[in-house]
């Protein structure tokens, strides 16, 4: 995707969750909040801020330059370790 002329980029997490029993769970879409270099040269965001909004694991990352979306990239989000429970 080409950024040089853009007026719009986002960049955006996703999980697809699961399946089991006719029931979809734990899918989730998060928007991230994103930079573009001055000479629009480097993309910078921002990870969520803690498990509640996305948990560690795996995610896709996808970015969309005016409506246009790249290909899923395949990311670890957090150090990929379950979140902690109460015991």
Known sequence: LDVSTAKDIKVS?????FST?????????VFLD????KDRSQLTFTM???GRVYPPGPA???LTV????SEGVKIIAGSGN??????
């Open 34 to 37: 994103a930079t573009l270099s």
């Open 21 to 29: 029993h006719a029931f979809h769970s734990s899918a989730r879409l």
């Open 48 to 50: 969520p801020p803690n």
């Open 13 to 17: 997490l996703m999980d697809l969750g």
């Open 82 to 87: 379950p979140p902690p429970t109460l015991e």
């Open 60 to 62: 896709w990352v996808f």
């Open 66 to 69: 005016d409506d246009v979306s």
